[in-house]
């Protein structure tokens, strides 16, 4: 079914104001006609990438690496690596230029320069200065144009709280500047006044997050209070200096504390007669029409307007991405058509509310804004009440065709440094280029009925999603909780409250289906305040491990019998009833082993996604291969190997332990699962889901027990097929030595799956987006105070960015929260007890003798706290380069080149988690043939893995075994066997397809 948006009074006088816009914006134009090879190269490149999908995504990741490029030669060779591709069809001229063998030739000097001088053209075209001299004669050009200004600051991302501090003292210095220069500026009525009224003559834009570091809905009171005394200070001084602010709107996570942090502010005493502040919606969020509504009953109950600029939105394809990534539903529109009609019914709203409501709105698109033309002029809006917006260096001809007929328009003008404003100007290339984009389709000359027809919905099209869906797997995880979302935080909440009420409980072992009591017990404490006991678990002794055993060996020829379809039920059952604990599973792993909230939503994400997987799998391997040939069958299937034992870790102890224990299950093995004593409650929470779901009585056992007697004793037993292990090296090394030693009694092989750790690194070359690769490494270091096997404890970095990387490290890291797990604030809790943190500090105290401390933060002391430690100028075969840690220590090891970068990389024990953040496309490549690692990421943390999308695992002495997550897994689990019969009898068989 096809919906259209209602063609209503408006339409008539809508086309009509259209017909007019376009005409006066078409005048004296060619693009993509004859005079094409008479254009600039900026033009030229533009022009190209409109026409040749492959080079347009090549050529703007050139263009987004160019800022980390610091010589011709460099950015020669970076040409030729990204333009040379196989997959990118270049035109004559472009081809002509990278016809160079040496980035160092002339020829390869001169490419340098043409492409370089044109990005930087191109930059210019969109951003209005590199300082605020600049920016202030170009406001003054466009002031003699009368069209007004909003100045928006660019430049790095705010990763640090000094960048925060950095960003406002720059925005009120920009105002002062802006200000002191206004002075000398003659009134012009088109846009200094309006009804009588002078309008500020300076405005700036300005972006909610940047002025928190660690701005995140989790922490939504923490980053409301840390925001707002910015906010005040910003707000304060525009009024001294009569300046007008306007807020941004910026990604999706953001918008709800983005709005509710604003509406609380703007209700203030000092703030609430203020009407030269501004609030941005954008059109191609699915929600934006819901908060026009609420933001229109808010400034009737406020009683003072404001200007709300609406926008169609800049970061589609962020958003997009990221909600598939996440298994989220879909933010914005799928469909361009539907955020245009969205946004000429929001158009709409605001305008018929003008009473309430100052409206801006920022489009390029002839039709939207002539749209907005006749409504406001059927309503007899006020012009103090109603502007027009368009980007610097885009729409030019339809803002002077709007100023024409007598309208305020307003210019949003970006200022800043070049370089780090490639982001922006991506962003701006992106949407000229776009096939939906209204400037591309004037510029091709599309039909006028066409350009100016109403937006035509095709209704539920997720066309876009389905086919993102269909690139990715088929397998689809679990989503992660949204804590943007006010009811997942108030969810979370309560189940904190919930489970601290039962704290102090006990928590027997299930032997044979039973729960017993033990002759001893230990209790498990909360590591971010181990006065808290958490639980009283009951350790198994040696004569109940041997109990355990016996009632898995008469459990399983009935388990091993029992239909695949029906072991893969009781997983998936189980998964159900973890999806439905969520929030309190999340909260057991938080208070139990110390991991920041939304950590231990994650690995309940993981958990689950091991259950469906699995089930899925062994359902697969069920089916089993045929190898028929005339006269015989030939049949390849898989049987259990008999009783696995389960030692998990207490770092994920929910995901690792479910993990192992259920694709033992679900291949039809009976299984003991014996869990680190530091995480043992958590085990229990996770056996009474498994009995929930059906597991039959002795098929699964919960067996706490202390390592070296139950642990020993089980490995040892003749009696275990299978041992699944993660944990240190030491102890895995000893049982794959014990597995190994034939018992008096045992008549098989014992099989062992041992994940042992890693010395994880991420390289970082010269050509890497620092903004990226700092927040990368301090998430993939210090995530769960870096006790995860795939964190990073190495980061190695090329010489000429080494500085300028440490120095942002550390004011990144300094920036960090450390604090209780269960805080919302917090990224860095606790580590897991007292001889973890004493280990720690004695690795800190070795790092001190062998390299140079470069960051050590205080810690509190009520818990098992170590801070964040950095060392820099670590030499590579360090003890704390080469020893595994885990915690929050991190060796900064400085290298020439990219050569040395990977054979440091290489240089350890290990081979289990490794990162790269580079923009080079020849060090992504050799990385990938190289770089030795079970799981190589790539622009990206290094934890995090997920099931199905990233397998994980190692070797060297990272482990032994199949990925986890993956195809083969549970292969470890399963003896396979053929069996071949002869179907011929007395010289005759049935031969398929013969009468």
């Known amino acids: 079914m096809v919906l259209q948006v209602k063609t209503s009074t408006y339409e008539a006088k809508t086309q009509e104001i259209a017909k007019q816009l376009l005409a006066a914006t078409q005048e004296n134009r060619s693009f993509l006609g004859s005079l094409r090879d008479q254009m600039r190269w900026d033009d030229k490149l533009l022009a190209w990438a409109m026409s040749n999908p492959g080079l347009r995504v090549q050529l703007f990741r050139f263009i987004d690496t160019l800022p980390a490029l610091h010589s011709k030669s460099e950015v020669a060779a970076h040409l030729q690596e990204y333009l040379g591709d196989e997959s990118v069809e270049l035109p004559a001229a472009l081809k002509g230029i990278l016809n160079f063998a040496n980035p160092d030739s002339m020829p390869g000097q001169v490419a340098a320069t043409t492409v370089g001088t044109a990005v930087e053209t191109l930059a210019h075209k969109y951003i209005s200065g590199e300082n605020?001299?600049?920016?202030?004669?170009?406001?003054?050009?466009?002031?003699?144009?009368?069209?007004?200004?909003?100045?928006?600051?660019?430049?790095?991302?705010?990763?640090?709280?000094?960048?925060?501090?950095?960003?406002?003292?720059?925005?009120?210095?920009?105002?002062?500047?802006?200000v002191e220069a206004s002075k000398s500026w003659t009134t012009i009525p088109a846009i200094d006044e309006a009804d009588g009224e002078a309008l500020p003559k300076v405005q700036v834009s300005v972006k909610l997050t940047a002025f928190y570091?660690?701005?995140?809905?989790?922490?939504?009171?923490?980053?409301?209070?840390?925001?707002?005394?910015?906010?005040?200070?910003?707000?304060?001084?525009?009024?001294?200096?009569?300046?007008?602010?306007?807020?941004?709107?910026?990604?999706?996570?953001?918008?709800?504390?983005?709005?509710?942090?604003?509406?609380?502010?703007?209700?203030?005493?000092?703030?609430?007669?203020?009407?030269?502040?501004?609030i941005t919606i954008q059109a191609y969020l699915r929600d934006s029409e819901e908060d026009a509504k609420d933001l229109i009953a808010w400034l009737k109950q406020r009683g003072y307007p404001l200007t709300i600029r609406l926008v169609k939105g800049a970061y589609w394809d962020q958003e997009t991405i990221k909600a598939v990534?996440?298994?989220?539903?879909?933010?914005?529109?799928?469909?361009?058509?539907?955020?245009?009609?969205?946004?000429?019914?929001?158009?709409?709203?605001?305008?018929?509310?003008?009473?309430?409501?100052?409206?801006?709105?920022?489009?390029?698109?002839?039709?939207?804004?002539?749209?907005?033309?006749?409504?406001?002029?059927?309503?007899?809006?006020?012009?103090?009440?109603?502007?027009?917006?368009?980007?610097?260096?885009?729409?030019?001809?339809?803002?002077?065709?709007?100023?024409?007929?007598?309208?305020?328009?307003?210019?949003?003008?970006?200022?800043?440094?070049?370089?780090?404003?490639?982001?922006?100007?991506?962003?701006?290339?992106?949407?000229?280029?776009?096939?939906?984009?209204?400037?591309?389709?004037?510029?091709?000359?599309?039909?006028?009925?066409?350009?100016?027809?109403?937006?035509?919905?095709?209704?539920?099209?997720?066309?876009?999603?389905?086919?993102?869906?269909?690139?990715?797997?088929?397998?689809?995880?679990?989503?992660?909780?949204?804590?943007?979302?006010?009811?997942?935080?108030?969810?979370?909440?309560?189940?904190?409250?919930s489970v601290r009420q039962q704290f102090g409980r006990s928590y027997l072992p299930l032997i044979n289906g039973e729960y017993v009591n033990t002759p001893e017990s230990v209790d498990s404490v909360n590591p971010s305040n181990f006065s808290e006991v958490i639980g009283k678990v009951g350790l198994i002794s040696v004569e109940q491990a041997e109990q355990a055993m016996q009632a898995?060996?008469?459990?399983?020829?009935?388990?091993?019998?029992?239909?695949?379809?029906?072991?893969?039920?009781?997983?998936?059952?189980?998964?159900?009833?973890?999806?439905?604990?969520?929030?309190?599973?999340?909260?057991?792993?938080?208070?139990?082993?110390?991991?920041?909230?939304?950590?231990?939503?994650?690995?309940?994400?993981?958990?689950?996604?091991?259950?469906?997987?699995?089930?899925?799998?062994?359902?697969?391997?069920?089916?089993?291969?045929?190898?028929?040939?005339?006269?015989?069958?030939?049949?390849?299937?898989?049987?259990?190997?008999?009783?696995?034992?389960?030692?998990?870790?207490?770092?994920?102890?929910?995901?690792?332990?479910?993990?192992?224990?259920?694709?033992?299950?679900?291949?039809?093995?009976?299984?003991?699962?014996?869990?680190?004593?530091?995480?043992?409650?958590?085990?229990?929470?996770?056996?009474?889901?498994?009995?929930?779901?059906?597991?039959?009585?002795?098929?699964?056992?919960?067996v706490p027990g202390k390592g070296s007697q139950v642990g020993a004793y089980l490995v040892n037993h003749p009696d275990t097929h299978v041992i699944a292990f993660t944990g240190s090296q030491e102890v895995g090394c000893r049982i794959f030595a014990e597995a190994a030693t034939l018992k008096p009694g045992q008549r098989h092989m014992k099989r062992v799956i041992a994940e042992m750790g890693g010395k994880n690194a991420i390289v970082v070359d010269e050509s890497a987006d620092l903004d990226q690769a700092v927040v990368g490494v301090v998430q993939s270091a210090f995530g769960y105070s870096g006790q995860k096997c795939s964190a990073a404890s190495r980061v190695i970095v090329?010489?000429?960015?080494?500085?300028?990387?440490?120095?942002?490290?550390?004011?990144?890291?300094?920036?960090?929260?450390?604090?209780?797990?269960?805080?919302?604030?917090?990224?860095?809790?606790?580590?897991?007890?007292?001889?973890?943190?004493?280990?720690?500090?004695?690795?800190?105290?070795?790092?001190?003798?062998?390299?140079?401390?470069?960051?050590?933060?205080?810690?509190?002391?009520?818990?098992?706290?170590?801070?964040?430690?950095?060392?820099?100028?670590?030499?590579?075969?360090g003890v704390i380069a080469q020893q595994e840690i885990f915690g929050p220590v991190l060796a900064v090891v400085r290298v020439k080149d990219f050569p040395e970068a990977l054979a440091v990389a290489n240089g350890t024990n290990y081979a289990l988690t490794g990162g790269l953040y580079s923009r080079t496309p020849s060090h992504i490549q050799q990385a990938q043939e190289e770089f030795e690692v079970g799981n190589l990421y790539i622009n990206r943390t290094i934890t995090g893995a997920i099931v199905a999308r990233q397998p994980f695992g190692g070797f060297k002495l990272s482990g032994v075994g199949s990925k986890a997550g993956g195809p083969d897994y549970l292969l470890q689990f399963l003896e396979p066997r053929t069996v071949t019969e002869n179907i011929q009898r007395q010289g005759f068989a049935p031969i398929e397809g013969a009468d």
């Open 132 to 178: 605020i001299k600049q920016v202030i004669k170009t406001v003054e050009r466009l002031r003699k144009e009368k069209m007004a200004f909003t100045i928006d600051l660019l430049g790095e991302a705010v990763i640090t709280e000094a960048e925060a501090q950095s960003y406002l003292e720059r925005y009120l210095e920009l105002m002062q500047q802006l």
């Open 213 to 278: 570091s660690q701005f995140d809905p989790l922490d939504a009171k923490g980053s409301e209070e840390r925001v707002s005394d910015r906010i005040r200070t910003l707000l304060r001084r525009a009024k001294e200096s009569g300046a007008a602010v306007h807020f941004d709107m910026e990604q999706y996570a953001y918008k709800d504390l983005t709005l509710n942090i604003l509406k609380k502010l703007l209700l203030e005493e000092e703030f609430r007669q203020r009407t030269d502040i501004g």
């Open 325 to 497: 990534q996440k298994h989220w539903s879909q933010p914005v529109y799928n469909d361009k058509a539907a955020s245009d009609a969205n946004f000429e019914v929001i158009t709409q709203l605001l305008l018929e509310n003008h009473q309430y409501v100052y409206s801006a709105i920022g489009s390029h698109n002839v039709r939207s804004q002539a749209r907005a033309i006749a409504i406001a002029e059927s309503v007899n809006v006020p012009r103090r009440r109603f502007e027009m917006q368009v980007l610097y260096g885009m729409g030019d001809k339809l803002a002077k065709a709007l100023v024409d007929r007598g309208y305020r328009v307003r210019v949003y003008c970006p200022y800043g440094e070049l370089l780090p404003g490639m982001a922006y100007l991506i962003r701006r290339l992106l949407e000229n280029t776009a096939n939906s984009s209204f400037l591309r389709q004037n510029l091709e000359n599309r039909p006028l009925e066409e350009l100016l027809a109403p937006p035509v919905v095709q209704e539920a099209n997720n066309s876009c999603t389905d086919a993102i869906n269909r690139v990715s797997n088929h397998f689809s995880g679990a989503a992660d909780t949204d804590y943007a979302e006010e009811e997942e935080r108030k969810m979370a909440a309560e189940a904190f409250q």
């Open 552 to 702: 898995a060996k008469a459990a399983f020829p009935g388990w091993r019998k029992t239909p695949a379809k029906q072991r893969a039920l009781v997983l998936r059952k189980a998964a159900d009833l973890m999806e439905q604990r969520r929030a309190e599973l999340s909260a057991w792993i938080v208070l139990e082993v110390g991991k920041p909230v939304k950590e231990a939503d994650a690995e309940v994400s993981e958990a689950i996604d091991f259950c469906r997987y699995y089930a899925d799998e062994m359902e697969r391997l069920e089916q089993g291969v045929n190898y028929d040939v005339a006269g015989e069958t030939n049949r390849y299937i898989y049987q259990p190997r008999g009783i696995a034992v389960v030692i998990s870790p207490w770092n994920f102890p929910l995901a690792i332990a479910c993990g192992m224990a259920v694709a033992a299950l679900v291949s039809g093995n009976c299984t003991l699962l014996k869990p680190a004593e530091t995480s043992s409650v958590i085990a229990a929470k996770f056996t009474e889901i498994l009995v929930a779901a059906g597991i039959p009585k002795g098929v699964f056992q919960y």
């Open 798 to 877: 090329q010489e000429p960015i080494y500085d300028a990387f440490v120095r942002r490290l550390v004011e990144a890291t300094k920036s960090l929260n450390i604090g209780e797990a269960e805080l919302p604030s917090t990224q860095v809790g606790p580590v897991i007890d007292a001889n973890a943190r004493d280990r720690i500090r004695e690795y800190i105290e070795k790092g001190k003798a062998e390299a140079q401390l470069a960051l050590e933060l205080p810690a509190p002391e009520q818990g098992y706290f170590i801070g964040p430690v950095i060392f820099s100028e670590v030499p590579p075969n």
